[in-house]
């Protein structure tokens, strides 16, 4: 078994320090060192594309900059790169997005993977002009996902739904391939969605015990309608040629986060409605203590995972720090849960990056985990940080 892993995009910017943003951010609170320019974003692209990185996420929302330009400008920039372009069917019609993809798969071919957001924060969605209550806005992307895929299988499409309605929707071209779709949420009502609609159903990091019982939860009900998913996790990384360095680097992380901003922070994700940041906040919610806000190991919820990244970031808020070793270690044991793709992300994301693609993917490749190119071994002959032009 190959797993395939995929980076992540800073489109809010970057820091040596840990990003606000994520589910829960208001606009314009992603503070950051590092501007999110092509030329920094290509920078982590190429990295990314070098050490055999299938994709990388892009996200949505107020707080960083639109998805779908950023990664047609990146997708000159690179050559195999796939990216994962997180969108909200909410703010979009399902026609325009099925012609959207299919445009730009015409252009970079089998380089386009879409997330499903549904929106979990009602004061974002009102800001777009969405305001459809949660459950609503569920059964809004089942009718949206119909739609869309109706349209990639060529389909003249006719539908009236209880929240959209198109007549006579067709495309000049379909993509080809199809792009997956990847889709995540905790709450009872995403479960059917992901298994009706999802190539791939995203969970956030958590201890073991908890991913295990989403899974089975999908993998039931995806068996209820004939299908079978794989299956990713999103999770961020610290990894270092020591255990003693990495969570140096970690307690570093945590000494710079001031008090006001974790708690500003932490009053913003309170008003999600997002069940999965829910379950994130709830990993350090009871360490609120002086001691769990000083003590990076007291944020340490499980075996090498780390919640200290939740302090100030909605979503994603966990990180897998320690040694190489330990951070492979891990990687396979998500994987022997059924955990296909590993969506990952550090501070800064060109530096990190480079700390897992020299010291964690070799291992894994040791392993038989991982059949990627081995960086310096000539399969390429890229230079990830030169321009196109230049190489």
């Keep these: 078994m190959s797993l395939k892993f995929h ?13 606000g943003g994520g589910h829960g951010a208001k606009a314009g609170t992603a503070a950051s060192d590092r501007r999110a320019s092509v030329g920094y974003l290509s920078s982590v692209a190429r990295a990314a594309e070098e050490f055999g990185f299938l994709g990388a996420l892009t996200p949505t929302g107020a707080w960083c900059e639109d998805a779908w330009l950023t990664t047609a400008m990146l997708a000159r920039e690179s050559e ?25 798969a015409a252009h970079a071919p089998g380089r386009l993977l879409l997330n499903v957001v549904t929106g ?8 777009y002009g969405d305001f459809l209550a949660k459950p609503e806005r569920y059964e809004r992307t089942a009718e949206f996902l119909t739609v869309v895929r109706r349209l990639w299988r060529g ?3 006719t539908y009236e739904g209880r929240h959209l309605h198109v007549e006579e929707a067709t495309l000049p071209s379909v993509p080809d391939p199809v792009p997956l779709l990847y889709f995540g949420g905790s709450s009872a009502a995403a479960g059917p969605i992901a298994a009706e609609h999802a190539d791939v159903y995203l969970t956030w990091g958590e201890p073991l015990e908890a991913v295990a019982e989403k899974l089975a939860w999908i993998r039931r009900l995806a068996a209820e309608r004939g299908r079978t998913l794989r299956f990713g996790i999103r999770l961020h990384v610290i990894t270092r040629d020591t255990d003693a360095e990495a969570w140096s680097r970690a ?8 008090d006001d901003v974790v708690a500003s922070a932490q009053r913003n994700l309170a008003r999600s409605e997002s069940t999965g940041q829910a379950r994130m906040t709830a990993l350090h919610a009871d360490l609120a203590n002086d001691r769990g806000r000083r003590d990076v190991r007291a944020l340490e919820v499980a075996p090498n995972l780390w919640a200290g990244v939740g302090l100030v970031r909605g979503g994603a808020g966990t990180a897998l720090v320690g040694s190489h070793a330990e951070v492979a270690d891990r990687i396979a044991d998500y994987a022997a849960l059924g955990i296909d793709e590993f969506i990952l992300s550090g501070y800064p994301h060109l530096e990190e990056l ?7 993917l070799p291992l894994l490749r040791e392993r038989g985990l991982f059949d990627g190119p081995a960086v310096g071994s000539g399969a390429s002959g890229h230079v990830p940080f030169l321009p196109a032009t230049h190489r």
């Design 7 to 19: 980076w992540f995009l800073p489109t809010y910017g970057d820091s040596r320090f840990i990003v």
């Design 80 to 104: 195999r790169l796939a990216f994962l372009v997180a969108f909200r069917p909410g703010l979009i019609s399902p026609t325009l997005a099925a012609q959207m993809a299919a445009t730009f």
């Design 120 to 127: 979990g924060e009602p004061h974002e969605q009102r800001a």
């Design 155 to 157: 389909e003249t499409v």
């Design 251 to 258: 307690s570093a992380l945590l000494d710079a986060l001031g």
């Design 354 to 360: 480079f700390w897992f693609g020299e010291g964690v």
